[in-house]
């Protein structure tokens, strides 16, 4: 019976395939993995300027454009297409999975708690504060050849204080 073993325990020709199948999967980490960490920081890079923009635009708008009573601006749709696209009349979207301005909220608080002065004097109920944020799904790189299984969100807040026209 070692007869039968001995002739098998001395053959090397498929030693190499073998190690190849062992190291394999380390290696596609080892490959992969900063890309995919990469795409995942450009995104959030990506969604954090986009949301940092509309606040931005927001704040420039009127301040009759803000309802501190109810807490929200009187048409968002604006403020949530520069987020989405980068231009407040629409366009290509900024990430793949970026499909709704909805992913995008607006809301706004008013400051009264003191006696202001400046472009600030004459707002009757304080100071209108918009708050942007966004929070939109990730795909990963992997997710384009088929490989499923991450699921991550992105999500990004920015607050400016309305200045007006």
Known sequence: MMRVFR???SDCM?????????????LLVLMVGPLEIGNYFLSEHVVDKAVRDAARYAARQPVD???????Q?????AVQK??????PAGGDQRLRDWTSDSMTT???TCDDSGTYTGIYADFPDGVPVVTVSATVPYTAVLGVFGVRG???TLHAEQQAAVMGE
């Open 106 to 108: 607006v809301s706004v």
């Open 14 to 26: 498929g030693a190499a395939a073998a190690e190849m199948a062992l190291i394999l999967p380390l």
């Open 73 to 77: 601006m009187n048409d968002p749709s």
């Open 150 to 152: 991450l699921s991550l």
């Open 65 to 71: 454009a803000f309802d501190c009573a109810d807490g």
């Open 82 to 87: 520069i987020a989405r696209t980068g231009d």
């Open 7 to 9: 002739p098998l325990s």
